[in-house]
């Protein structure tokens, strides 16, 4: 398995989690988190190029979620603040290598549950 995540749970609304995103076997380029919901499409959340730093954000999670980099680790996190009901969902961690326009990396998943 090229990536695992971990680090989701249950928690209340306003309150944070870490997700983690390991690479057991290369480091890739760029990693994206998507997400989703029961019945919904799943959906773009952030990414990362690995070198450099730039990220990206979805409107719906811009100001609230940050993603960064642990290069000792070959991990990247998705750091979740001021959470909501509607950001439950499965959240999963992809990547992509150097020239490639597809994320062919992705990893199990990991459930976000959010109360009101």
């Known amino acids: 398995v090229p990536l695992v995540e971990s680090g989701g749970g249950l928690v209340q609304a306003g309150g944070s989690l870490r997700l983690s995103c390991t690479a057991s076997?290369?480091?890739?380029?760029?990693y994206v988190w998507f997400r989703q919901a029961p019945g919904k499409e799943r959906e773009f959340v952030a990414s990362?190029?690995?070198?450099?730093?730039?990220?990206s954000y979805a409107d719906s999670v811009e100001g609230r979620f940050t993603i960064s980099t642990d290069n000792a680790k070959n991990t990247v996190y998705l750091q979740m603040n001021s959470l909501k009901p509607e950001d439950t969902a499965l959240y999963y961690c992809?990547?992509?290598?150097?020239?490639?326009?597809?994320?062919?990396?992705w990893g199990q998943g990991t459930q976000v549950t959010v109360s009101s």
């Open positions: 992809g990547a992509r290598g150097n020239g490639t326009s597809v994320y062919g990396y």
């Open positions: 076997e290369r480091t890739f380029s760029d």
């Open positions: 990362i190029i690995w070198s450099g730093g730039s990220t």
